[in-house]
């Protein structure tokens, strides 16, 4: 039998270990799923955790896009490994109340939000209670977002605490009530919206909350970071970068507004701002 030349047996080794390596690798690979509601906000979050879990613990993240409703039960079911948008102790309370037996909240991963009624400056009340003598400047309507938000529940109650009997809030989605937001500031129309922050419309226009003597949307709030029960012995990893992930106000609004971008996206936004910000990803890996 004729022998293969030693140059043609040292790239057949070759060939076989890049092989076996490349497979080990693909087996070391991990995967993890995570539910985000299409805010701008948890889009920047859900997409800057999905960057630093990509690009440096080796996984592969699946972001599912949902309705509150959906994403917290499918947290609490077990279809998804966590999420980074639980806004509490107001929005998102009636949810966590419901199946906090089956998740586990990690704490904060952003402070210093709020939501409420948010108008233009240049509109002249500046309470939730003075909403109904003005109607009709309004055209009787409060511009909302998707009907599972928390927030739109929290504004049905408002219509009924304050009595707003001339006011109808309609269901839309976010990018919808910022189309409108913008049509209604270019006409310079009276408006009011459903509002939240951090949100990249306050860096765009001149807008403020409405007074809300009542108290019907609480005061400041927090963003959490909760996980299904048992991530942290399936995923300890994952589980003690999640639960290190922490950041400001002015982190979330600088990859907010590079959203709005022209050429930019959520995933090349997140990706921007993981390499901008070496030392603060390093404090969310595992030790």
């Not at 057949?12 to 070391?28: D, E, S």
């Not at 920047?44 to 080796?58: C, D, Q, T, W, Y």
């Not at 699946?62 to 639980?86: C, F, K, N, R, Y």
């Not at 913008?182 to 509002?195: A, H, L, P, S, Y």
Request: charged share 25%; glycine share 6%.
């Amino acid at each position: 039998m004729k022998r293969k030349p030693l140059h043609v047996i040292v790239m057949m080794i070759a060939v076989l270990l890049t092989a076996a390596f490349a497979g080990q690798a693909m087996a070391q690979q991990k995967t993890t799923q995570i539910a985000y509601v299409e805010w701008s906000c948890a889009t920047a979050s859900a997409n800057v955790v999905k960057a630093v879990l990509e690009e440096k613990m080796n996984y592969k993240v699946e972001l599912i896009p949902v309705s509150a409703a959906a994403m917290w039960q499918a947290l609490a079911t077990g279809d998804v490994d966590a999420i980074t948008t639980a806004w509490l102790p107001t929005t998102h309370q009636h949810y966590y109340e419901k199946l906090k037996d089956d998740v586990e909240k990690l704490g904060h991963n952003l402070v210093g939000t709020r939501i409420g009624l948010v108008v233009p400056t240049y509109v002249t009340i500046d309470s939730i209670g003075e909403m109904n003598a003005h109607a009709d400047k309004f055209d009787g309507q409060i511009t909302g977002i998707d009907p599972g938000a928390g927030i739109m529940s929290k504004t049905e109650e408002a219509i009924e605490k304050y009595n707003l009997t001339d006011m109808e809030l309609m269901e839309s989605s976010g990018a919808m009530m910022t189309a409108v937001l913008q049509d209604k500031i270019n006409k310079k129309d009276w408006v009011v919206v459903t509002g939240w922050t951090p949100h990249w419309k306050f860096g765009k226009w001149d807008l403020k909350y409405l007074d809300d003597p009542k108290g019907v949307y609480g005061g400041d709030e927090y963003i959490d970071t909760v996980v299904r029960k048992g991530l942290k012995e399936d995923k300890p990893d994952l589980y003690a970068f999640l639960n290190n992930f922490k950041w400001t106000p002015a982190d979330i609004q600088t990859v907010m507004a590079w959203n709005q971008e022209k050429d930019m996206n959520p995933e090349k936004s997140a990706k921007k701002w993981v390499n901008e910000n070496p030392d603060k990803v390093a404090v969310w890996l595992p030790k």
